[in-house]
């Protein structure tokens, strides 16, 4: 598809599990962002990648959490030891490089820790 | 410090009437971008409308436009003549400054969200 894509779209996990959490941007996109999204509440911002630029690693909650985009295309969210506190929908987005470049989201991968 | 404030949790309106939603912004740049998005229950964002702060004119797309008030720091949407799929949580954003040193852009925070209602 032409969209951001994202999987898995649910994950149920085990408290003190790793999970993994894949995105797929629109191609052509160099910026990546990652958000993390509790139920009702706003967009906490993760993690941003901009082509070549160092990422941007400032909203990163705890050192449980990685991020890394291979190739400039794929980007990986990892959470290590998940806590039940880690529980939310995660959102990656993409678009654009420039100011006014507006960012499409994928639908989220919804992680839930038990 | 909070640089995105959406100071209304909630906001109710009639159909066909116009509703206006707040946020302001804190930035000490001169260059910066202001984005809404709406997130129906569904939970896909959805774009609705951009403003550079250079822009003179006010950003208008159909029933959207931004009220741009840039010396109060002030980037209000504007939904003219209500519809019921308007229902939905609205998040205003905002991009910091323009080419950085690096030679990227800042990333694009987000405020707290409205949930506006829709009522017949």
């Known amino acids: ?114 | 410090a909070q640089k995105i404030t959406q100071t209304q949790p909630g906001m109710f309106v009639q159909e066909k009437e116009a509703v206006t939603l707040d946020c302001t912004y804190d930035t000490s740049d001169q260059s910066y971008g202001l984005f809404w998005y709406k997130q129906p229950s569904s939970g896909e964002m959805i774009f609705l409308i951009y403003q550079g702060s250079y822009d003179e004119q006010n950003a208008t797309e159909g029933r959207y436009s931004l009220n741009f008030q840039k010396a109060r720091k002030s980037a209000n949407l504007v939904i003219s003549a209500s519809q019921l799929g308007d229902s939905a949580m609205y998040f205003c954003a905002m991009r910091e400054g323009g080419l950085m040193f690096s030679g990227g852009y800042n990333k694009l925070i987000f405020g707290a969200g409205t949930r506006l209602a829709v009522h017949p």
Do not use: M
């Open chain 1, 1 to 114: 598809g032409a969209g951001v894509s994202q999987s898995p779209s649910n994950k149920v996990t085990e408290k003190g599990k790793d999970v993994e959490l894949r995105c797929d941007p629109i191609s052509g996109h160099t910026a990546l962002y990652w958000y993390r999204q509790s139920l009702g509440q706003g967009l906490e911002f993760l993690i941003y990648f901009q082509g070549n630029s160092a990422p941007d690693k400032s909203g990163l909650p705890s050192d449980r959490f990685s991020a890394e985009r291979t190739g400039g295309s794929v980007s990986t969210l990892t959470i290590q030891r998940t806590q039940q506190e880690d529980s939310a929908v995660y959102l990656c987005a993409s678009s654009l490089t420039g100011e006014a470049g507006e960012l499409f989201f994928g639908e989220g991968s919804r992680l839930t820790v038990l």
